[in-house]
T-cell receptor, first 114, second 114 residues
Framework: DTAVSQTPKYLVTQMGNDKSIKCEQN?????MYWYKQDSKKFLKIMFS???????INETVPNRFSPKSPDKAHLNLHINSLELGDSAVYFC?????????????FGPGTRLTVL | AQSVAQPEDQVNVAEGNPLTVKCTYS??????LFWYVQYPNRGLQFLLK??????LVKGSYGFEAEFNKSQTSFHLKKPSALVSDSALYFC????????????FGQGTELSVKP
């Protein structure tokens, strides 16, 4: 049983297109996150939702819009894709937002914008 | 502002030798520190964390980490390295009032040779 799953695993698309990445967790956690890992492997948080409420919204272009239909799902929609959006996007979840709560990561979605 | 530094981009060790992957941090409050490992084309796997209490933390796969408050460090260690330990290692930090936001170091590539 996969704890945090993401679809698709790979996404190749043209500049200007709109795409979505889906994330699901079966851990019963209240909090979910999106991280971006760039070509130098640097990891940076983008968004966080707790009980479907947005609580972290980093300096991310408004072309990126997260949506949490329920606690177990957090999707990422990206409009008007640009070359610089090429990266690996990781979803994660944690029991809550306490600093001691461990975050568990999904396998990642490699997005390539041509 | 929170920050994490992993001063070595790459660490090379021989199988069977002890390994150390270094991490220093900066936070305004009490630190909560994490180590994650990333194997090629995989997500991040949680290794261990420091919350409070004992400065020596034991984690998965025989790894441990030592919290040193005066040196603001949280180095990852293993007494005897395995070839299968070769991977990318990330240190991360958070503290209270961050809503679960983890700040990651830039990662250290560990290479264990037979």
């Amino acid at each position: 049983d996969t704890a945090v799953s993401q679809t698709p695993k790979y996404l190749v698309t043209q500049m200007g297109n709109d795409k979505s990445i889906k994330c699901e967790q079966n851990l019963g956690h209240d909090t979910m996150y999106w991280y971006k890992q760039d070509s130098k492997k640097f990891l940076k948080i983008m968004f966080s939702y707790n009980n479907k409420e947005l609580i972290i919204n980093e300096t991310v272009p408004n072309r990126f819009s997260p949506k949490s239909p329920d606690k177990a799902h957090l999707n990422l929609h990206i409009n008007s894709l640009e070359l610089g959006d090429s990266a690996v996007y990781f979803c994660a979840s944690s029991p809550g937002t306490r600093p001691s709560d461990t975050q568990y990561f999904g396998p990642g979605t490699r997005l390539t914008v041509l | 502002a929170q920050s994490v530094a992993q001063p070595e981009d790459q660490v090379n060790v021989a199988e069977g030798n002890p390994l150390t992957v270094k991490c220093t941090y900066s936070v305004s409050g009490n630190p909560y520190l994490f180590w994650y490992v990333q194997y090629p084309n995989r997500g991040l796997q949680f290794l261990l964390k420091y919350i409070t209490g004992d400065n020596l933390v034991k984690g998965s796969y025989g790894f441990e980490a030592e919290f040193n408050k005066s040196q603001t460090s949280f180095h990852l260690k293993k007494p005897s390295a395995l070839v299968s330990d070769s991977a990318l290692y990330f240190c991360a930090v958070t503290d209270y009032n961050q809503g679960g936001k983890l700040i990651f170091g830039q990662g250290t590539e560990l290479s264990v040779k037979p």
